[in-house]
């Protein structure tokens, strides 16, 4: 199983980007996405359980939200409002890490 990230860029704060994971060969149901920023260690930023059930960090409640697309197979991140401290790569994979991490998108929040 690969994991592909993608959709990230640079934004100015206050702007949106959506983020996208997609995989071949399985269908999502329990999945997460995390984020790096520079110096820092890899942290949960949202994960969506397979009965739809969504938890956030803190940081990023109320701006960001996760989904899974039709098909099944399709992870996305709304991020709105966003500020210079959600500058990091994301990555998607499930809660508990079960696949090999892949190369990430990089978001950069900066006027």
């Known amino acids: 199983v690969q994991l592909q990230a993608s959709g990230g860029g640079l934004v100015q704060p206050g702007g949106s980007l959506r983020l996208s994971c997609t995989a071949s060969g399985i269908y999502f149901n329990n999945m997460a996405w995390y984020r790096q920023a520079p110096g820092k260690q890899r942290e949960l930023v949202a994960t969506?359980?397979?009965?739809?059930?969504?938890d956030y960090a803190d940081s990023v409640k109320g701006r960001f939200t996760i989904s899974i697309g039709n098909p099944k197979n399709i992870l996305h991140l709304q991020m709105n409002s966003l500020k210079p401290e959600d500058t990091a790569v994301y990555f998607c994979?499930?809660?508990?890490?079960?696949?090999?991490w892949g190369q990430g998108t990089l978001v950069t929040v900066s006027s």
């Open positions: 994979n499930s809660p508990t890490m079960t696949y090999p």
């Open positions: 969506i359980t397979r009965g739809r059930n969504t």
